[in-house]
């Protein structure tokens, strides 16, 4: 292990760069999910971190509030962000879980730190950078630190230490023209939107009135012109309806009932028999929520935040502390106002904030949703092209998978009607590579930074990426490189992504551990098809799943075993209607044949957000080549053939 314990000499022979400093090796700055997934590989890969956190939580919006976690293919999530799934899945009893509670989120996170031995500063923000022919030596906080690095990883969602580094970068949205995409710049569109009729104006039908509170009377631009704007924030909200984990939502500070007008008008035209005709109301374990915006009006705060990805913390501070105010007063409303349906009232009052959560920040989440903030003119620039597959980048480090989707963007007045403009949800497209070169900024810029969060992409590119999963894994392959960059001594442009790949694979947790095996149905060199199966695109693990037409039929998922040991052995089931009561699951090694019966007919995938890896046992695996068989001899119902896993015991 190489500590740097005076002066590091940094050279990069031939170009010029020198780098004197004493501190650490690598400054991760962000205690977000990437921020923490970031320095626990740093540490790992025996270098000197320290981690900066501008608040007083780790975990940024993974445990604050977001526990219903948006992925849409999980296939796409490898090495320490699965990991951190799975160690969620460990504290409910399964092999890994999607959906949980802040407080279990905010543990694990803490635990990764505990086990890398990372130093962390809560509480300071970045005032500015000391930067010398494109090396950043050190960064100052508030409020008088100073922090000497090698090499420095901006994980904050705002991308401050990128902007004071003086690293080029956009805020808002680009018009379609400038890279050929369809769905950026201004969208009018069907999602999220109110119904034909709802009028704008403080007394119904009267425009010298004014226009309710939200509502712009800007004029609306052409379909895909660029602009500034930034779509919505809002906060994940975690309530519970468990009388002895409840605190009542209470009427808050600065209340203003107005706010909430477009609402009532919203549901005079759109009646809602429950809440989530407005609230996005997923449940969590443990009789908890995390409600998310739905609807025309919901809890985004459109229009509200164009100002908040450059501002200064006092204003940011202030358009936060509005967002609160906006959310906790809606749900407020919901529950009180006389106005409101009382069915929905009702509702309403069964939830509360729970007692044990934030416990140190009123019980509500300190980390608002900043979907998007800046974004970074880097190396490479990810587009719709790249979310569709139409372009494929040879250098990718990272998977995404999620829908192309941007929330609202601004409320506006059309034919005399309230309109939301903004919100896409474009998908249908399988996981896709995330270039290097999106991750680091131009050369001529600055030589040792990485941002895997406000990385370089397109607006509607970012809407797609921008998943707390993949900054997790965007994270670890920025701390890889970092790493070697210091070994190799050359700039983070010169780390050779197909290196940073091969760490993943030979090592993914970071810990020196055998690597899991995983073989899904598309792995085509390795995947043997005997009998009648249908191949579906829908609900499976990576591309497709296949499922078992009327003739008896097995899937051999073939696999090689470079160290023999003790290895569990799950199977992947998709949410599926009519499935078999068992399934036919066989392990062949070492020239033997175990076969099991595996119930499937019933299972419940409470705590997953699609389908469930399901325990088929513990077998012997020797040293070489094997097979897991899935066939549906004595099915009563529909069996499914999608992916295997195989977990070296420990």
Not at 143 to 167: K, Q
Not at 394 to 408: E, F, K
Not at 477 to 492: F, K, L
Not at 500 to 520: Q, W, Y
């Amino acid at each position: 292990m190489r500590t740097i314990l005076s002066i590091l000499l940094f050279c990069l022979a031939g170009r010029g760069m020198a780098v004197a400093q004493t501190g650490y090796d690598i400054c991760v700055y962000g205690g977000t999910s990437a921020g923490v997934i970031a320095a626990y590989t740093a540490a790992k890969m025996h270098k000197t971190v320290v981690l900066v956190e501008p608040g007083n939580r780790l975990g940024g919006l993974s445990s604050g509030g977001l526990g219903y976690t948006d992925i849409g293919n999980k296939y796409a999530i490898k090495g320490l962000s699965l990991d951190f799934y799975r160690r969620v899945g460990r504290h409910y009893g399964k092999l890994e879980q999607w959906i949980f509670e802040p407080g279990v989120a905010e543990g694990v996170f803490k635990q990764y730190i505990q086990e890398g031995k990372v130093k962390v500063l809560f509480g300071h923000a970045i005032v500015g950078v000391t930067k010398n022919s494109g090396v950043i030596s050190a960064v100052r906080l508030e409020p008088s630190l100073v922090v000497r690095a090698s090499m420095f990883i901006d994980c904050s969602y705002e991308g401050d230490l990128m902007a004071r580094a003086g690293v080029s970068y956009t805020v808002g949205r680009e018009a379609n023209a400038q890279y050929n995409e369809t769905y950026n710049g201004v969208q009018m569109r069907d999602k999220h939107q109110f119904p034909d009729g709802v009028d704008p104006y403080k007394k119904a039908g009267d425009p010298t009135s004014g226009l309710l509170w939200g509502i712009s009377g800007a004029p609306l631009a052409s379909q895909g012109t660029g602009d500034k704007k930034v779509q919505s924030y809002n906060y994940r909200i975690c309530l519970t309806n468990d009388p002895a984990n409840r605190i009542p939502v209470t009427r808050p500070v600065g209340y203003d009932s107005t706010r909430y007008e477009l609402l009532l008008r919203l549901l005079a035209a759109r009646p809602s028999g429950n809440l989530w005709g407005f609230l996005k109301f997923d449940l969590l374990p443990n009789h908890k929520t995390d409600i998310n915006n739905n609807g025309a009006f919901s809890t985004d705060m459109i229009g509200m935040n164009y100002d908040y990805p450059e501002a200064s913390y006092a204003v940011r501070r202030r358009i936060a502390k509005e967002h609160t105010k906006y959310t906790q007063g809606l749900l407020y409303f919901i529950g009180h106002d006389h106005r409101m349906p009382e069915h929905l009232r009702n509702l309403m009052q069964e939830w509360g904030y729970p007692k044990d959560e934030y416990v140190n920040d009123g019980h509500w989440t300190p980390q608002m949703y900043v979907r998007e903030a800046r974004r970074m003119k880097g190396e490479y620039v990810m587009t719709q092209a790249n979310c569709e597959g139409k372009e494929t980048v040879a250098d990718g480090v990272g998977l995404a998978a999620y829908t192309m989707d941007s929330h609202n963007c601004q409320r506006v007045v059309v034919n005399g009607m309230v309109k939301n403009e903004g919100d896409v949800q474009i998908g249908g497209f399988p996981p896709y590579p995330i270039a290097y070169r999106a991750l680091v900024p131009r050369a001529s810029e600055c030589r040792n930074l990485l941002v895997p969060v406000c990385l370089s992409a397109s607006h509607i590119a970012y809407g797609s990426i921008r998943m707390e999963p993949v900054f997790m894994e965007l994270g670890q392959s920025c701390a890889i490189a970092a790493a070697m960059a210091i070994d190799r001594r050359v700039p983070v442009q010169e780390v050779d992504a197909s290196a940073i790949r091969n760490e993943l694979v030979r090592d993914p947790l970071a810990d020196g551990s055998t690597p899991e095996i995983l073989v899904d149905n598309d792995d085509s060199a390795s995947v043997r098809v005997e009998g009648e199966w249908v191949r579906e695109k829908h609900d499976s693990y990576g591309f497709s799943r296949l499922v078992a037409g009327s003739s008896s039929g097995e899937v051999k998922f073939g696999f090689s075993v470079a160290d023999a040991g003790m290895y569990a052995l799950y199977v992947y089931v998709p949410k599926i209607q009519g499935a078999s009561a068992v399934t036919g699951v066989s392990v062949v090694t070492g020239g033997k044949r175990v076969d099991a019966a595996v119930p499937t007919g019933k299972l419940q995938v409470e705590g997953q957000t699609s389908g469930e890896w399901v325990e088929c046992g513990k077998y012997k695996l020797e040293k070489g080549e094997g097979y897991v068989g899935i066939s549906n001899k004595g099915a009563d119902g529909k069996v499914v053939a999608d992916a295997v896993l195989l977990v070296r015991g420990k």
